[in-house]
């Protein structure tokens, strides 16, 4: 019955999302101002009604996974009664029907917060983006009932399910999915924020200030959400890789890329009145990636790790809704644009300069990851063969273009609006420079060997953060309150700066030892000694595992014992590896199980690594996130 | 006017290439090798001693040849398959072992008496663990009778014809789909003839 329940509300949700697309919109284009009123002012009320009706659905889908309800086909193939409670729970984003729903449930939640938090805007704008929103959602809705629905029945009932994939039973990848879709789905207000503004033809300062505060939330959700799963990777796939340059860590990062572009386009927006095109441009493009992301994880039409069940039949609609959105959006854009969007002039040199820079260069990253990503696909189709784009072409692509946006940062942030002097920003940064090329000559030989990569990489993320803490300094010491955006500006560009150290220290100084061991065996990486204690079976509530038990030494004394674990889940029968890591500051040591070698299971392989600053890509990641945060929490955009 | 056009037809070009890319498998990758005699080659076979297997040996009938390393981590998802498949006999399937041991291990350099038989202790343990489905196997140690069939990654399967000429490969983990779909009918046909 519940299931049948959250089915009924799924389509009345579909049906109320239909009006929420339609009539608030319809009543921005009728004449009479009487039933403009009415009609517009169903925005609110139709947001909130489709934000329940998806709830309850979602709830709905929640029991059957909390109650082991077996005859439901998706519960079926993605829990087990022995899987903890609150994985049963997470298992309802396991898959992709319940995903798809967890999708629409942000999107009708991100509409709500924006019915909410949108009494300073003049109801026209209110009904545009509630509409268009709304139609985003008829879409998805139409897209789940059609090709993807979590509630069907499977008859007979299975006497038990498949259990969810070992790999999503963990802590991070919980939160992962959540908080990516926050992060895509958040992209779509800004969308629709810029596609209203087109319809209306006000693309002016006080719509990139209403875009703002959302989007930079949308940036800091998906953020946050690429950091977890990268993190993720690292610690559970059981290789210590962190990135892996594969079709769905792209398709999330594209929109990451354009959406920290929009960010800093729509400053220059709200303070300078240029760029309008260019903004609204972007605005469209991070949604329009974040629905191509869905579009190659859907449809199979691309091989990835990320190996969600495919179906050509979805991967039709997909594109379709994909042609529709981002076509329409596309044509009303050169429509319209040519008459909004003139803006003001601009000098060569200045804030502006600086920050269209950036973004030209970030908009060529996000081209060429996506060349990479589908180069695949185009070869395929114009019967050209098959082949596949790996990492090193993403490396020798990315890295270059990234280097000058990073290192832009720091006169960008320092010019001024308007015209800025080129003497003028040397003469203000001659210091951090000098300070930064010296640690980047100096640190290498601390950290352990000289190389020009590692010095370059250092310079860029000592210039940064030396720059940083420069401007910090200055502002701290002149009188006057300092804005919450100040903060996240600077603790955002200095979470950068750490990454970026990170990146190259994991890079440069990373050691990794693949080796054979039994108990009492050991493996020296300088100053750490690795030993092979022992091996024990242990039991967990799904699964068998072996779990080894191994010291780590530095000058003759335990300074902490790993545990990594080779699971084995009883329902598929499939082996996880859970690495065995001790975090400090500056370093983790890695120890993972590989496989047994003889027949008594006494010999494995192992993997015994040393990675230097890991932590710190965590750290870096978690500052953007906390500058994202504050950001957008400034007073200006609760006024 | 007509700069504003330019991303909607860099999109449209985008969609037409999504569009045909829907059609196609990315996991079917044509071998030059479909139509030709399966390359030639004389291996040890899995079992302790000194007995070799060559593709002539399975000349007159219909036969599979799975490419596969306990080292894979693919091969362990499909094997349930193929075990499944063998005992329903209707097609032998020849495992080719394919560089088992490989270059980080620290036995790689060992002599080739030793790595025979590390492999074979290796993947014999495997087998018995997860089933076998093989009728023999064979052990490609330097992996240069995968070079000859073009071996693009493990797992990859082969079905090969009574006059030995290779008629379908697959590249990834088979799926009973797809032995359902594809490989029964075509060794059906194979048979007949």
Redesign the interface.
């Known amino acids: 019955m519940i299931p049948e329940l959250g089915n009924f509300a799924l389509m009345l949700a579909a049906v109320v999302a239909v009006m929420q697309g339609v009539l608030p919109i319809a009543g921005t284009l009728v004449r009479n101002p009487q039933t403009q009123i009415t009609l517009q002012s169903l925005a609110r009320p139709t947001a909130a009604l489709q934000f329940v009706l998806i709830a309850f659905a979602f709830g709905a889908l929640a029991t059957s996974f909390l109650n082991n309800d077996f005859s439901v086909l998706y519960v079926s193939q993605h829990s087990n009664s022995l899987l903890p409670k609150p994985y049963q729970f997470a298992a309802v984003w396991g898959g992709h029907e319940g995903s798809l729903l967890l999708w629409v449930l942000l999107l009708s939640l991100w509409t709500v917060a924006v019915a909410v938090f949108s009494r300073s805007l003049p109801l026209d704008m209110v009904a545009r983006v509630i509409g268009v929103l709304g139609l985003i959602s008829v879409g998805f809705l139409l897209f789940i009932l059609t090709t993807s629905n979590p509630f069907e029945r499977l008859l007979p009932a299975a006497l038990d399910g498949k259990d969810l994939n070992p790999l999503l039973q963990d802590p991070g990848l919980v939160i992962h999915p959540p908080m990516l879709y926050m992060g895509y789905v958040g992209m779509a207000v800004a969308f629709a924020f810029a596609v209203s503004a087109l319809m209306s033809g006000r693309l002016d300062a006080a719509w990139a200030r209403w875009s703002r505060p959302w989007t930079v939330v949308a940036w800091t959700f998906l953020t946050f959400g690429i950091g977890l799963g990268s993190w993720w990777a690292y610690y559970e796939l059981g290789w210590g890789g962190w990135w892996f340059w594969d079709p769905v860590e792209n398709a999330s990062l594209m929109p990451w890329l354009v959406g920290t572009a929009l960010i800093h386009s729509l400053m220059v927006t709200e303070k300078r009145g240029s760029f309008k095109a260019w903004t609204v441009l972007l605005a469209i493009a991070a949604f329009s990636l974040s629905l191509l992301g869905t579009f190659l994880v859907r449809s199979g039409v691309l091989t990835s790790v990320h190996a969600f069940a495919s179906d050509p039949k979805r991967g039709v609609f997909v594109l379709i809704f994909l042609a529709v959105v981002v076509g329409a959006s596309l044509t009303l854009f050169a429509w319209r644009a040519p008459r909004v969007a003139l803006g003001g002039r601009m000098e060569l040199v200045s804030r502006e300069s600086f920050l269209l820079a950036n973004s030209v260069l970030l908009v060529v990253a996000t081209a060429a990851v996506l060349l990479g990503t589908i180069y695949p696909l185009i070869i395929d189709a114009l019967n050209l063969g098959k082949l596949s784009v790996g990492p090193p072409y993403f490396n020798a692509v990315f890295a270059p273009l990234l280097v000058p946006t990073v290192f832009l940062i720091i006169p960008g942030s320092v010019a001024r609006w308007r015209d800025a002097n080129v003497r003028e920003i040397a003469h203000k940064l001659r210091w951090t420079f000098a300070g930064a090329v010296a640690l980047a000559v100096l640190l290498p030989f601390v950290l352990g060997g000289w190389s020009l990569g590692a010095a370059f990489g250092l310079f860029l993320g000592c210039w940064v953060a030396l720059g940083t803490a420069q401007q910090v300094i200055l502002r701290v010491s002149k009188p006057g309150r300092i804005g919450a955006s100040f903060w996240g500006q600077h603790i955002a560009h200095f979470g950068m700066a750490v990454l970026v150290i990170g990146i190259t220290g994991v890079k440069c100084y990373e050691v990794e030892r693949d080796v054979r061991m039994q108990i009492g065996d050991v493996v020296t990486i300088a100053p750490y000694t690795f030993r092979l204690n022992s091996l024990d079976e242990v039991r967990g509530p799904n699964y068998k595992a072996v779990r080894a038990d191994v010291q780590v030494l530095r000058n003759d004394k335990v300074i902490e014992i790993l545990q990594p674990e080779k699971r084995r889940y009883f329902s598929s029968a499939m082996a996880m590896t859970e690495a065995g890591i001790d975090s400090g500051f500056m370093r983790d040591l890695y120890v993972s199980l590989g496989e047994p070698l003889d027949d008594a299971r006494t010999e494995w392989s192992m993997r015994v690594y040393y990675k230097p600053f890991v932590p710190w890509l965590w750290g870096g990641v978690l500052l953007m996130v906390l500058g994202g945060v504050l950001a957008a929490l400034d007073r200006r955009y609760r006024q | ?1 007509k700069k ?2 330019i ?2 037809v860099l ?2 070009g ?11 498998d ?2 079917e ?2 071998s030059p090798l479909i139509g030709k005699p399966a390359p030639h080659f004389t291996l040890f076979t899995l079992e302790p001693g000194d007995a070799k297997f060559s593709p002539v040996d399975m000349q007159g009938q219909v036969w599979m040849l799975n490419v596969w390393a ?2 894979c981590v693919a091969c ?2 499909e094997h ?1 398959v193929l075990v499944a498949f063998s005992e329903k006999n209707q097609v032998p399937i020849v495992g080719l072992s394919y560089k088992e041991i490989q270059p ?4 790689y350099k060992s002599p080739f008496d030793e790595k025979l038989k590390l492999a074979r ?2 993947s014999q ?1 495997w087998l ?1 663990r997860h089933g076998n489905p093989y009728v023999t196997s064979v052990m490609d140690l330097d992996g240069r009778v995968g070079i000859n069939y073009g071996v693009y990654g493990v797992p990859e399967t082969y079905v090969i014809d009574k006059a030995g000429v290779i008629r379908y490969k697959f590249v ?1 983990a088979m799926t009973p789909a797809l032995l359902a779909e594809k490989v029964l009918p075509l060794i059906a046909e194979l048979n007949k003839s």
């Open positions: 006017m504003v056009l991303p909607l999109f449209m985008l969609v037409v290439f999504l569009a045909v890319g829907l059609k196609r990315p996991r990758i044509p306990t080292w362990r998802e349930p980080q291990d620290p036995a202790e290796r343990v018995k990834g």
